[in-house]
Nanobody
Framework: VQLVESGGGLVQPGGSLRLSCVASGDTISRYCMGWFRQIPDKEREGVAGIESDGSTNYADSVKGRFTISRDNNNQMAYLQMNSLKPEDTGVYYC???????????????WGQGTQVTVS
């Protein structure tokens, strides 16, 4: 399975972006899908995850602003990001993993990432 992200870019504070991730290869419907981000000078963090049954979890820093969704038929995952802040700037990675303890942080497959810049 390969993951390819798209939708990153430059946006002003308060703006919105929608990230997309397409999975090719084996079916991914039985796995959770997630989004991580790497912010400069900070550890990589899990942003959001969605289980195969639609259950979701979010980092406290993005709750109420970001929404994760998935389309199993088309092997897609999305991250709708609203009310973006400069501190959201970073590289965003799509992941596949095993749902554990209410999150998809146990990722075992990563995309190459897409840059999001809020300035």
């Amino acid at each position: 399975v390969q993951l390819v992200e798209s939708g990153g870019g430059l946006v002003q504070p308060g703006g919105s972006l929608r990230l997309s991730c397409v999975a090719s290869g084996d079916t991914i419907s039985r796995y959770c899908m997630g989004w991580f981000r790497q912010i400069p000078d900070k550890e990589r963090e899990g942003v959001a995850g969605i289980e195969s049954d639609g259950s979701t979890n979010y980092a406290d820093s993005v709750k109420g602003r970001f929404t994760i969704s998935r389309d199993n038929n088309n092997q897609m995952a999305y991250l709708q990001m609203n009310s973006l802040k400069p501190e959201d700037t970073g590289v965003y990675y799509c992941t596949i993993g095993d749902w554990d303890a209410g999150s998809c942080d146990a990722a075992f497959l990563w995309g190459q990432g897409t840059q999001v810049t809020v300035s």
